[in-house]
């Protein structure tokens, strides 16, 4: 089970924890909270320069697995 948290990958505060059997599952049930709950703020950090190849990059960087 692969988990990557809201929280450590945008910096809001935020408990949501995605979760999924593989990373592609988790990164993309992410991607899908951030752009239902966090609009402004990822438009914010795009408008600051982050890409989507960094994004993607920030959440293989702090995704855990566990059993
Ligand atoms: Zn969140």
Redesign the pocket.
Known sequence: MHTIA??DV?G?E???VAKGETMEAAMGQLKE??MG??QEELAKMMADGMSEEQMMEKMKAVAKEEM
């Open positions: 809201c929280q945008s809001i935020c408990s949501f909270h951030g709950m966090h």
